[in-house]
């Protein structure tokens, strides 16, 4: 069935750059999701690829994409002590209708220290 | 441009109770999904609304029933709650693309309910 895997934690010094990492099963994916989520908040959505794309950048992020692979990596430059958070991937199943759930992975925890 | 809003931010109830939670998602989308969201976990699907219908179900029981109105917002309600339903309930808007999947998906803050 559709999953999405992501390592639950990730250490960084402030001023390095971070890469979250993510796999996923479903082959018929649309769009693929990074979201950031603080505490006690709901998620915030960072940036979105579409399948036929490799890469997108914004500023700090830039997400890769190896469709082959089925691997999605989201990484932010110049990490900041703010971008501590939990980063969610989540894989948009493509499907009839155009109406279709995401499917997240546990999440990542970036934790961003000095 | 409002968000993705949700009341209410907390509720607290006893088993076998039933709750409504309520969303309004952003200026100029249509369908809204519905997410839970246990401690420690990634958010999980509940069903998704477009045009005042049900269009897709995760795997919940019927306990949990939703409705849209003609506004586009909505409402989750559960019924008979069990302590297994605390959680995080996030609400998701987007705008439907016929013959493709949806692009930018927008969460709301969140109701916090916690089952005693």
């Known amino acids: 069935g559709e999953d999405v895997e992501q390592s639950l934690f990730l250490s960084v010094r402030e001023g390095d750059s971070s890469v979250i990492n993510c796999t996923y099963t479903?082959?018929?994916?649309?769009?693929l999701y990074w979201y950031k989520q603080e505490p006690g908040a709901g998620l915030q959505l960072l940036t979105y690829i579409f399948s036929n794309m490799d890469m997108k950048q914004d500023q700090r992020l830039t997400v890769l994409l190896n469709k082959k692979d089925k691997h999605l990596s989201l990484r932010i430059a110049d990490t900041q002590t703010g971008d501590s958070a939990i980063y969610f991937c989540?894989?948009?199943?493509?499907?009839?209708?155009?109406?279709?759930?995401?499917?997240f992975g546990a999440g990542t925890r970036l934790a961003v220290h000095p | 441009d409002a968000g993705v809003t949700q009341s209410p931010t907390h509720l607290i109830k006893t088993r076998g109770q039933q709750v409504t939670l309520r969303c309004s998602p952003k200026?100029?989308?249509?369908?809204v999904s519905w997410y839970q969201q246990a401690l420690g976990q990634g958010p999980q699907f509940i069903f998704q609304y477009y045009e005042e219908e049900e269009r897709q179900r995760g795997n919940f029981p019927d306990r949990f029933s939703g409705h849209q109105f003609p506004n586009y917002s909505s409402e989750l309600n559960v019924n008979a709650l069990l302590l297994g339903d605390s959680a995080l309930y996030l609400c998701?808007?987007?705008?439907?693309?016929?013959?493709?999947?949806?692009?930018?998906?927008?969460f709301g803050p969140g109701t916090r309910l916690t089952v005693l």
């Open positions: 479903d082959s018929s994916s649309t769009y």
């Open positions: 200026s100029g989308h249509d369908t």
């Open positions: 989540a894989d948009g199943p493509s499907g009839s209708g155009g109406y279709n759930k995401l499917i």
């Open positions: 998701a808007s987007s705008l439907a693309v016929r013959g493709a999947g949806p692009s930018a998906v927008f």
